[in-house]
């Protein structure tokens, strides 16, 4: 199975900050990546699917890049509701595997 | 409105069985994969199972191979996940996701989920 590797863990941040959270694949997946978002006792949400495409509705704040083993997501100007678990998912093949999460707390 | 509404979580104990259901509405259901996904208290998201429009591609997860079983009924526009076998280590909030294809580029994502429903396994 594809091992994904997401960093940090958790990070403290302010409103307005620059965030950046990578994603590594234990082997190249192309760019068959998303992006979700989960705030706490919610459905996660999906953000950017393909590595990079925006899905319809999510802020241009969010962006995604990377191919091959190495992806980024990230948020340009952190806002309140952007306080949340995010997660890395590879769709390149079976089992499908999720990042390991990385917690967006308040600084 | 696309829509997904899973159902039948609960408590149960060790070795026990219990079907889940996802009801999918604003869409052609029978068009899409759809996907069971569960996230354990405190814990990150596990992906499960995965069943094709048709139900001709189906996959599991190791930890749930042969003790759990993902079907469709594309006339109900349900789906479902029948677990036997039941362990402490499968409690968690099950969500069911549609999944989408981008045509030509073989992409895909999860997209949307449902609320999840909660299953405890204990005695």
């Known amino acids: 199975a594809i091992q994904m590797t997401q960093s940090p863990s958790s990070l403290s941040a302010s409103v307005g900050d620059r965030v950046t959270i990578t994603c590594r694949a234990s082997?190249?997946?192309?760019?068959?990546l998303g992006w979700y978002q989960q705030k706490p006792g919610k459905a996660p949400k999906l953000l950017i699917y393909?590595?990079?495409s925006l899905q319809s509705g999510v802020p241009s704040r969010f962006s995604g890049s990377g191919s091959g083993t190495d992806f980024t997501l990230t948020i340009s100007s952190l806002q309140p509701e952007d306080f949340a678990t995010y997660y890395c998912l590879q769709d390149y093949n079976y089992p499908r595997t999720f990042g390991g999460g990385t917690k967006v707390e308040i600084k | 409105e696309v829509q997904l509404v899973e159902s039948g979580g609960g408590l149960v104990k060790p070795g026990g069985s219990l079907r889940l259901s996802c009801a999918a509405s604003?869409?052609?259901?029978?068009?899409?994969?759809m996907n069971w996904v569960r996230q354990a208290p405190g814990k990150g998201l596990e992906w499960v199972s995965s069943i094709s429009s048709s139900s001709s591609y189906i996959y599991y997860a190791d930890s749930v191979k042969g003790r759990f079983t993902i079907s469709r009924d594309n006339a109900k526009n349900s789906l479902y996940l029948q677990m036997n076998s039941l362990r402490a280590e499968d409690t968690a909030v099950y969500y069911c996701a549609r999944e989408v294809v981008a045509g030509t580029e073989d992409v895909s994502w999860f997209d949307p989920w449902g609320q999840g429903t909660l299953v405890t396994v204990s005695s």
């Open positions: 604003g869409f052609t259901f029978s068009s899409y994969s």
């Open positions: 082997q190249g997946i192309r760019n068959d």
């Open positions: 393909a590595a990079s």
